[in-house]
């Protein structure tokens, strides 16, 4: 029964599978459409003149307008955008100088880009200031100048020279009149340049160079983007529209991107963007994080590669990724990476899409929430079932055996024969077996019991013939020698007369007991008067009672009875006890009962048929003059059950000495 | 001389037993004769009825032949001795026998010599019932009781009492020596009959019963147990 669940989970763990793979294929299939839309929304931008051969540079995205303060740290616009360092270098003089004379002073910078503007900020290493002086405008300055092109391949120029700490003025040199804007702000702050600007970006939409001019170490040393004259860089920047266009095939769990040449990446829409946006979702699905965490537990493969934060600083960490569509593990969910590649004029686009499980998750996870809740139900069912069978079962043989513990006593006498089962199982059958051996049983018990009787029954008539004729022939005058040969015959009729006697005494006292007389009396004059009688029947023996003159020993009982069950005890006492030690009565009050005990200093009984004293034709003797039969204490045995009393036996401690207890109860 | 003329009918089905009590009884001069079935001693009854009848329960096919011809004896003469022998001890047998009208019930287990001296002892009575009552007689009185021997009569508070045979003897052992307990053993040598302890006790209720009819106060006769009985004087 509990292979239900495993199965369960095999087969949900199938579908899955297929879930996975026909999710794959869909995503391939979407993948595949929105790479045609895309490679036409790319040939639309006019990507074509991006010149990505000799490196580009790259401003991701920004959403917001930034203020240019020449901050970049904590707290300012820079802080949430990641974008990488690009370095200036210092062409001009690198072959002239030893690797000691270099200067020392570095320049780099990093860019972003909104729809309207692009910004950059420029940050040297520590220096000293040169600023412009526009009274000595022939002295060495520091200058910066960035060169642009757009996508009508218009190419803009641009000179900053600053004249302080603070806001700088831009001059676009490119435009037949020179004209000045506000560029953002040239800061000398611990040491170093930082210069915010901000240029047009339909103006620097293609390329862009920087070409710094500082005075520090040595003159006029230029830190630029390229070499030669025309330095600038293509330029690769996140873009909007881009962003707009792949939003439209976003789904919960998929990450786009779009990535160039380069691996830059020019567009990206993230799940996380998503599940922000569907926060409400989520706490729907918080309630299956449990079939959640069994799915995992039950399907993860740990043979997946770990799944890593594909971009850093805007570029694509692991190209070799992109070669091929792969799963990677993940918590709480595996991914998906597919890759497509769309060339656009020559030029190499990869369309990247990472899809987490969830889909497939939730639909198997679904599956297999409703599956374990069908196995659960099926499983409670059938165990309630199986349980409630074998509590049916076990009741009906606890009710079996409570009937025949009731139906037979003690004595193994059969009351009366519980009905049989009805029903056609093999309890019913053995229930009916058990019934027809019991009635089998009882029909053989009253055989027995009836066969001592009718046995001494059928023996009397022929014992009287002979001991009537013996008698006649007694009464006829004999000669001596035949007179000794009749005693032996009389002697021995005498004896077979008593055993039969003695075989039907036990039936003839169950008889009497119908016609029982129960008497309310003192129990303890009552034993007065039989130890007075018993002084004098046996002579020869000493007989003792105590009991508390101060307790009421009032019982109902049957006095015949119990007078006759005291005889047998007494009879079988002085047949053992010596002569010189009493036999004692011990009469107790114990709550509602009469607790009397018969002590005699005889032998031990062998202590291994202690419980079978009591029962029919068992004898504790080992010779006898007087045909014994073991029906003394039977007969007691039976009296004490007919007044619901309790009769025992025990040895006393020491050498020698039993004791009887008989236990009466006074209201019956 | 008088035993001669009585004639006891003894009907058994066991030849062998019936012949044993015949020679018995013959050899200390009564006249015997058997019957094997109650048709055949019913058919002789008719003609004739015996000084005493000793009749078997169980009668060849007839399990209680016995009783039903007892029944018709008693019917036949009120005071006709009836002693019923037989193999069967059972109480309940007894009972029945004495309820019928019978004047003792033995057992086969007896010895020879007691049922001679029952039987002795209830021509004994027959004969004390056919005197004339004279001055002499011996009469015991105790309070309310008054016994007389010789006739074989029981009165309480002036009031007859009607006791079988053995019920007499018991009645009169307990009563000749008041406040003595008398044993089992003694009363039943007083009324000439061996029975069992139980039998005794029978005897006793009954008798018991039979004062209560007349007086339901009568608690004359004391039980000492394991002892016997004892006749009380209030």
Known sequence: MLLLPWAGCQSVSILETSLRQSHSQLLDVQMTAATQQLQHKLNQSQHSVFNTNQGNYYAPLTDSKMLLDGFDGEESDWENITTPWFQLNTYDYVAKLSAEAKPDTTVKFKLAANDK???????????????????????AADQLNIRSIN???????????????????MHNTSQAITTGRDAGTWLWRDGHYNIEIAIPIELASNAIGFDLILNDSQLNQHFKSKPTTTYERSLVRERLDLNHQLADYLQPGLSLYLLNSQYWLVGQQNAEQLMNDSDSDNDQADPSWFSNAIYNKLFTSNTLPYWREPTSLGRWISPQQLAQTAWYQDSPINKQLHSKVIIVNGQLFYFVAVQDSRQSLLS????????????????????????????????????MKKNYRAAIDSDGKIMAVPAASRLPDELGDLSRVMQQLTINQGKYTDYLATLADKLSH????????????????ELSNLDPEATKYLTRAMQGTNRLSQTLNALSEANKLEQSFEYAQWQVVPFDDMLEELTAAYRQIYSSHQFQLEYDHNDDHTINLAPELIVQLLDKLISNAVDYAPVDQPIRFKLNKINTQLQLSVENQGPHFSSDNIPQLFD?????????????????????????????????????????GVIFELLLPIDT | MIKQQLHIALVEDEINIAENYRDALQRIGYRVSLFHNRQDALAAFALTLPDMAI?????????????????????????????????RNSELDEISALRLGADDYLTKDVSIHQVLARVAALFRRIQALKKPQSVDEQVITHGSLRINIER????????????????????????????QVKNRDQLMDAAHVVLDNNTITTHIKRIRKKFNHIDAEFNAIKTAYGMGYRWVIE
């Open chain 2, 55 to 87: 009749i078997d329960v169980g009668l060849q096919d007839e399990y209680e032949g016995g009783f039903d011809l007892c029944r018709t004896l008693r019917q036949l003469s009120e005071t006709l001795p009836i002693i019923f022998l037989t193999a």
């Open chain 1, 364 to 399: 198997a996870s679904a599956a297999l929430n409703q599956l374990l809740i069908l196995l659960f139900t099926i499983i409670a069912v059938i165990v309630t079932g199986l349980f409630a069978f074998a509590s049916s079962l076990s009741w009906r043989i606890v009710q």
């Open chain 1, 458 to 473: 059928e023996l009397k008539t022929p014992v009287a013939v002979i001991r009537t004729s013996l008698e006649n022939l």
């Open chain 1, 117 to 139: 503007l692009l910004y950059i900020f420029i940050q040297t290493s520590a220096l000293t200031p040169h600023y412009y002086n526009p009274m000595q405008p022939l002295r």
């Open chain 1, 151 to 169: 996508n009508t391949s218009l190419v803009s120029r641009w000179q900053i020279n600053p004249q302080g700490s603070g806001r700088v003025e």
């Open chain 1, 616 to 656: 029919s034709m068992v004898s504790n003797r080992q010779q006898s003059d007087t045909p014994h039969l073991g029906l003394g204490l039977h007969i007691v045995k039976l009296i004490s059950d007919f007044h619901r009393g309790q009769i025992s036996a025990k040895n006393l401690p020491g050498e020698k």
């Open chain 2, 152 to 179: 074989i009569e029981t009165y309480w508070q002036d009031q007859p009492v009607m006791l079988t045979l053995t019920e007499f003897w018991i009645v009169h052992t307990l009563a000749k020596y008041p406040g």
